[in-house]
């Protein structure tokens, strides 16, 4: 018989971080996520969408052993041409009756709250980080990027699940070629006297914030279900990134002194993070800043790519990422980066990754189930 925990005590909240970790031991992969990070997603102090949103977490036992666990949650902010719950933080022993109960338990949990579909896996948040299921490239995860068994992909086709979108992760050695279309654009933009590239630098952090978002707002908030930045959310968000900002690897465009693009990367945290065990307290911390100082760390992320209407299409994106990496293969040791992933919706995008000649190293998909099983599925809309 199956029994069901809601996650309220210190126990419990051990058991679910626990359960993960004991059930891929034997799998070289996989890098435990920061507790803390976890921790801050379940906080009504500290994640927003508890002011309009609800979510619950679950333990499922059978035999008092752990064989599941999963959140189930809903926020007024995730906008579906229906109305649509979210499942994350889904794991399972292989077995499909195990995973059916659970998803049973979802599905009932969002149709008491009015909900008509669930997806998942995705996050009680932002987009990213802990969203989707990694379906191909079985290879260790970025920071903040689930990691699953291929048989998950089974566990929720099975039940049910449809591919809502895919999420495309492409990597490039930083050594390798530029396209020849990205090195005319950095010779053309360059003669132009009112074009100008610069890295983004700690001490600046105000006036790097601001631009950042006038060009994301510029860019990328008109589009789907984008909403627009505040800049006083995002130079929160870069002061709390300061302590791993690397000064030579994200770039901002202007035009005299009106930012027009931007290529925001970091360093792969995981690279350090997988020797912490999940724990952060002060050993952990200056375990971490050792880390930091003498590990070289050969991987970084592209977190953000945005270039403003009026300069789309005119070359400026060649000529941002051929000045950032002549820049950054003179000071520092990456040897690979990766592009965080995009959306198969957003083929602009994928445009520019293919044309950085990338490589599709993993796929994650975003799942929906529609309750209505009648109900013709949809995929999301291409931007």
């Not at 909240?13 to 996520?33: G, M, S, T, V, W």
């Not at 041409?81 to 338990?105: S, V």
């Not at 008509?116 to 990027?145: C, H, Q, S, V, Y």
């Not at 592009?339 to 950085?356: C, H, R, S, V, Y």
Request: aromatic share 16%.
């Amino acid at each position: 018989m199956m029994i069901v925990e809601e996650v309220k005590n210190k126990d419990q909240i051990r058991e679910f971080l626990e359960f993960p970790a004991q059930l891929y031991q034997h799998d070289k992969n996989y890098i435990r996520p920061l507790n803390k990070d976890i921790e801050e997603i379940f906080d009504p102090n500290k994640n927003k969408f508890f002011k309009e949103g609800e979510c619950k977490r679950f333990l499922f036992k059978k035999d008092k052993k752990t064989v599941g666990k999963v959140a189930v949650f809903i926020h007024n902010h995730y906008e579906q041409k229906q109305p649509t719950g979210g499942i994350g933080f889904f794991d399972c022993i292989q077995d499909q009756q195990t995973a059916n109960f659970i998803f049973d338990h979802c599905k009932k949990w969002l149709l008491e709250r009015g909900m008509e579909a669930m997806d998942g896996p995705i996050n009680f948040g932002e987009r990213d980080k802990f969203w989707g299921l990694l379906t191909e490239g079985f290879i260790e995860p970025l920071f903040g990027m689930n990691y699953n068994f291929p048989y998950y992909k089974d566990l929720f086709e099975n039940y049910g699940f449809q591919t809502y979108f895919e999420q495309l992760c492409f990597t490039r050695p930083i050594f390798a070629e530029v396209s020849r279309v990205f090195t005319i654009a950095y010779e053309r933009n360059k003669r132009n006297p009112a074009i100008s590239a610069q890295p983004m630098k700690k001490n600046k952090l105000e006036k790097f914030a601001k631009d950042f978002t006038e060009i994301y707002n510029k860019a990328w908030a008109c589009h789907g279900e984008g909403k627009q930045l505040e800049e006083v959310k995002v130079l929160k968000m870069f002061n709390m990134m300061k302590p791993i900002i690397n000064e030579h690897i994200s770039w901002f465009v202007y035009e005299n002194e009106k930012p027009i693009a931007m290529w925001i990367n970091i360093p792969d945290l995981n690279q350090w993070f997988k020797y912490l065990d999940g724990k952060f307290g002060i050993f952990e911390k200056l375990r971490f800043l050792w880390l930091k100082q003498f590990k070289k760390n050969e991987k970084m992320v592209g977190l953000v790519f945005g270039v403003v209407p009026e300069w789309q299409r005119k070359g400026i994106d060649g000529y941002m990422i051929w000045e950032g990496t002549q820049h950054l293969r003179k000071h520092t040791d990456f040897k690979v980066t990766e592009l965080q992933w995009i959306g198969d919706f957003n083929p602009k995008m994928i445009k520019i990754a293919e044309t950085l000649d990338t490589t599709v190293t993993r796929k994650l998909a975003t799942y929906r189930y529609l309750f209505d099983r009648n109900k013709e599925f949809e995929r999301h809309p291409f931007l």
